[in-house]
T-cell receptor, first 112, second 113 residues
Framework: DTEVTQTPKHLVMGMTNKKSLKCEQHMGHRAMYWYKQKAKKPPELMFVYSYEKLSINESVPSRFSPECPNSSLLNLHLHALQPEDSALYLC???????????FGSGTRLTVV | GQNIDQPTEMTATEGAIVQINCTYQTSGFNGLFWYQQHAGEAPTFLSYNVLDGLEEKGRFSSFLSRSKGYSYLLLKELQMKDSASYLCAVRDHSSGGSYIPTFGRGTSLIVHP
């Protein structure tokens, strides 16, 4: 298995909703990442997990809450988002932190 | 941190060769990646350079000059499916040792018949 699987592919949520994005990989990668990408912009780093521990939080607002239940899974819990949070959310993994990434296909999030 | 510069947009003809440049400024260079991203899709890994020189992989090659802070991605025998954004990402170990690559803004390549 050489893929990173993200669900759902599309999500529309209201500003009072709570939802979660899920990411799974079975490549034995020890680093997992969440990125946010707006149209025609590069991906922006949000969080980095290394060996299931949060190692980097790029000053992300608390309405985004990451979780790494085990070495294969990464979640991003969303609560009280704003319309400006609408974006493509990408999960990625790599063998170790800083190695080449395998990206998931992303979740296109729309906050209404 | 890094200062990464790529052209915003390039156009080329099917069958031709195109070179996409990336310049960077960093105090602790530790590798450079190229990714391809089709519209609405996730980036896919193309190449990695950490030593000077040319790395060839089929129709795609990537070059690095560390002394010049410069890399390019060379695409040969262009196909319509090569129309995509090409992202340069630079890794350094000066930012507290994080080793997380920073992405450039990407170059949108349009291939026309």
């Amino acid at each position: 298995d050489t893929e990173v699987t993200q669900t759902p592919k599309h999500l529309v949520m209201g500003m009072t909703n709570k939802k979660s994005l899920k990411c799974e990989q079975h490549m034995g990668h020890r680093a997992m990442y969440w990125y946010k990408q707006k149209a025609k912009k590069p991906p922006e780093l949000m969080f980095v997990y290394s060996y299931e521990k949060l190692s980097i939080n790029e000053s992300v607002p608390s309405r985004f809450s990451p979780e790494c239940p085990n070495s294969s899974l990464l979640n991003l819990h969303l609560h009280a988002l704003q319309p400006e949070d609408s974006a493509l959310y990408l999960c990625a993994s790599s063998q170790e932190v800083g190695d080449g990434y395998t990206f998931g296909s992303g979740t296109r999030l729309t906050v209404v | 941190g890094q200062n990464i510069d790529q052209p915003t947009e390039m156009t080329a003809t099917e069958g031709a060769i195109v070179q996409i440049n990336c310049t960077y400024q960093t105090s602790g260079f530790n590798g450079l990646f190229w990714y391809q991203q089709h519209a609405g899709e996730a980036p896919t890994f193309l190449s990695y350079n950490v030593l000077d020189g040319l790395e060839e992989k089929g129709r795609f090659s990537s070059f690095l000059s560390r002394s010049k802070g410069y890399s390019y991605l060379l695409l040969k025998e262009l196909q319509m499916k090569d129309s995509a954004s090409y992202l340069c990402a630079v890794r350094d170990h000066s930012s507290g040792g994080s080793y997380i690559p920073t992405f450039g803004r990407g170059t949108s390549l349009i291939v026309h018949p």
